[in-house]
């Protein structure tokens, strides 16, 4: 990075940090501070969701996924706008016509206070840690970049989003949400163009949509039906429906953004607006990554793209060995461009025949270099014990780093940040809300002035802020960070989905009968992640179900021991 780069980096967000305190200090009442005085249009409302969902690890690592699994995340996405159209026919009435700031004072109307508390711990466990992982990506990237301890990287990020998000609450995220997501999809798309730019002139962007689909990187749709595959169309339509339904219906961070709207048809709006866009917008995301395959198979990767940590492993007794694996890759290399050179020409001379030779030949040349990679790894690991090996994360920042022109890279950091910023701010609004409506308000301090709830609102903001940091800190993630975030919420939200559905749909459930469901099916919840190869979005599904048909079972023993107390009375 030059000086250029650092001025877009630090004008982009000191603008967002003072746009957003300026334009929103001073709420006075829990309506203004929790809920933005009801003022959000549909558009507004849309964006605002996109943009908490879309964190710094969407655009870190998703491009990564692309690059190394193909494009089949996307259906992971498919449930979503069944899940939108559902959230708003059924869930968005009843909160709006229970006036609730957060989706947890329903249960209490519906079940009890024991219900809803526990509802509350979910979410507070769930959204914690979540916001400790969305801080954790951006922190990394600049730890990594400027050579600076994680620490310190974590305060300063966290710092920014404290400054606009305590003194504005939910009006300031949602209004810095807008150009967020602005830096956010424009920096994204220019990274795509750049990409395709720079592959030599005789490859067209035919030739490169092309390359990519023989070598399977285009695998949007998979029919297979199997338990442990993560992404296919079955876990996309019925686990993603139930994991949108979770998170969009009963996550505070997204039922805050769109409670805000200055009516239920607004909110309505832009949650269908939302489901029609968050395809496309992901779908665009993977295709930059897929572009950036192609970069890398006509220009030579590095043989590990985390380039600090591969440095420090070079100064230690190591090198010799890392030497040596560079060499092989160098070689295994030089007979992949051949490989695919020749299938250039084919598809050129749409030759079906010679593609399908040169593309099992560049399939083969792939997996020796993943050979080279996977050794590179244990020996890196051996060298520097506690580094993280796995450096998907690091593929889409290493390209933007090493191949764009400066300016651009600047821009490229401030997406991610925006990003981060963007996501995080969300996630604290509503850990703030929850914790003072749900906890403070409800079963500590009832009777309180207005002012004195928008003052404990901000130091909850505060403290949340804290924990995300310590926890960022703390953090070792061995997992690709898109998952690794899918996979947390896919642990809680399963039980979370189960109590609403039953609250919305089976009136003859009551409290003592969801509750304990709720406390059986987030066991056996933790029990199929920690010791089954069970995939994580069938979580969803599994908690939900279980919540359900648990507490009809609960409440009909309930039931019939009430009958039998009554006749014997």
Known sequence: MNYLDWL????????????????????????????????????????????????AITFLSTPGQAITDGMRFLQFYFGLPIAMVIIAVTMVPIYYRLKVYTAYEYLETRFDIKTRILAVILFLMLRGLSAGITLFAPSLVLSTILGWPLTLTTVMIGVMVIIYVVSGGSRAVSLTQRYQMAVIMGGMILAGVLAFSLLPDNVSFSDSVAIAGQLGKFNLVSYEFDLETRYNIWSGLIAGTFLSLSYFGTDQSQVARYLGGTSEK??????????????????????????????????????FHNQVLSSRAMATDQAAVLNELGDEYNGVYSEKRKAVDRLLSAVKQDDAGQIEKAKLDVQ????????????????????????????????????????????????????????????????????ASTSCVDIYKRGINKDASPEHYVKASQWMTLGWAIIAMVFAMLARFSENLIQY?????????????????????????????????????????????????????QYNLIGCCVVIVLALFIQSIINRSNQKNTAGL
């Open 266 to 303: 607004e909110s309505k709006l832009g949650l269908i607006f939302n489901g029609l866009l968050k395809i496309p917008m992901q779908f665009i995301i993977l295709f930059i990554g897929v572009m950036v395959y192609v970069f890398y198979l006509f220009n030579q990767a590095p043989v």
């Open 8 to 55: 877009v980096l630090v004008a982009t967000l000191a603008f967002i940090v003072l746009y957003g305190t300026l334009r929103t200090r001073g709420a006075k009442t829990m309506e203004g501070y929790l809920k933005g005085d009801s003022s959000m249009k549909w558009w507004m409302i849309g964006i605002s969701i996109m943009a908490t969902q879309a964190s």
């Open 364 to 431: 083969q040349w792939e997996a020796k270099e993943r050979s080279v990679r996977d050794s590179v790894k244990t020996t890196i690991k051996k060298a520097i014990p506690n580094a993280k090996e796995n450096d998907t994360d690091y593929i889409f920042l290493n390209f933007v780093l090493s191949n764009l022109p400066h300016g651009i890279i600047g821009l490229l950091l401030a997406v991610m940040f925006s990003a981060a910023m963007s996501s995080m701010a969300g996630e604290l609004n509503a850990l």
């Open 485 to 537: 975030v899918n996979i947390v919420g896919s642990l809680f939200y399963g039980t979370l989905l189960g109590i609403f559905l039953t609250a919305f749909y089976i009136k003859y459930v009551r409290g003592t009968a969801v509750f304990w469901a709720a406390i059986i099916s987030e066991s056996v919840v933790l029990y199929c992640y920690k010791f089954t190869d069970i995939a994580f979005l």
